[in-house]
């Protein structure tokens, strides 16, 4: 699995950014967002009980993220055609502001090792990319426990003040100075 201070893999994927058949398919690449932090979640499949749990957080704080000029990508093995299907049937994820990316071919994770050998799905990954590209937080769950989207926002806080940040620090506290 590609870890820290490792080159997140160049990508380019289909993502669904809208309900309506005419606009909804968008081709998206790492480069699509320049300058900005990527937080990259993947979920193993569509259409199932824990994932939208978590994609209806990561929703939920996206103006946070935001906030951080951090661009939130969802990535699962699913086609385009089932993310949009989905969008469309859970009231949760209708109105979602970040791109739902299709991994159809399962390239991307298995460039990032990903792949859970078993199942066959992308495993419950995140990953925080810096503007340079450069993988700096990863977070695996079991594929049955939901992840934190508040811990990745916390995370990506500490990152971005380029300190040491103790346990448990929170954005506004004070950081740690070197002796």
């Given at each position: 699995?590609?870890?820290?201070?490792?080159?997140?893999?160049?990508?380019?994927?289909?993502?669904?950014?809208?309900?309506?058949?005419?606009?909804?398919?968008?081709?998206?690449?790492?480069?699509?967002?320049?300058?900005?932090?990527?937080?990259v979640?993947?979920?193993?499949?569509?259409?199932?009980?824990?994932?939208?749990?978590?994609?209806?957080?990561?929703?939920?704080?996206?103006?946070?993220?935001?906030?951080?000029?951090?661009?939130?990508?969802?990535?699962?093995?699913?086609?385009?055609f089932?993310?949009?299907?989905?969008?469309?049937?859970?009231e949760?994820?209708?109105?979602?502001?970040?791109?739902?990316?299709?991994?159809?071919?399962?390239?991307?994770?298995?460039?990032?090792?990903?792949?859970?050998?078993?199942?066959?799905?992308?495993?419950?990954?995140?990953?925080?990319?810096?503007?340079?590209?450069?993988?700096?937080?990863?977070?695996?769950?079991?594929?049955?426990?939901?992840?934190?989207?508040?811990?990745?926002?916390?995370?990506?806080?500490?990152?971005?003040?380029?300190?040491?940040?103790?346990c448990?620090?929170?954005?506004?506290?004070?950081?740690?100075?070197?002796?």
């Amino acid at each position: 699995m590609l870890g820290i201070g490792q080159r997140f893999p160049d990508f380019s994927l289909t993502g669904v950014v809208s309900n309506d058949l005419n606009a909804a398919f968008q081709p998206l690449s790492r480069d699509s967002f320049p300058g900005k932090w990527q937080v990259v979640f993947f979920w193993p499949k569509d259409f199932t009980f824990v994932c939208p749990t978590e994609i209806a957080a990561f929703g939920r704080l996206e103006k946070e993220f935001q906030a951080r000029d951090a661009q939130l990508l969802g990535v699962s093995i699913d086609s385009e055609f089932v993310h949009l299907a989905w969008r469309r049937e859970k009231e949760e994820l209708r109105n979602l502001p970040f791109p739902m990316l299709s991994d159809i071919r399962r390239e991307l994770c298995s460039r990032l090792g990903i792949l859970d050998p078993e199942a066959g799905v992308a495993q419950r990954a995140t990953y925080i990319v810096d503007p340079q590209g450069v993988i700096r937080f990863v977070y695996v769950t079991d594929l049955n426990v939901g992840r934190s989207p508040e811990e990745v926002l916390r995370v990506l806080d500490a990152l971005q003040t380029d300190e040491l940040c103790p346990c448990n620090w929170k954005q506004g506290e004070d950081t740690l100075e070197a002796a």
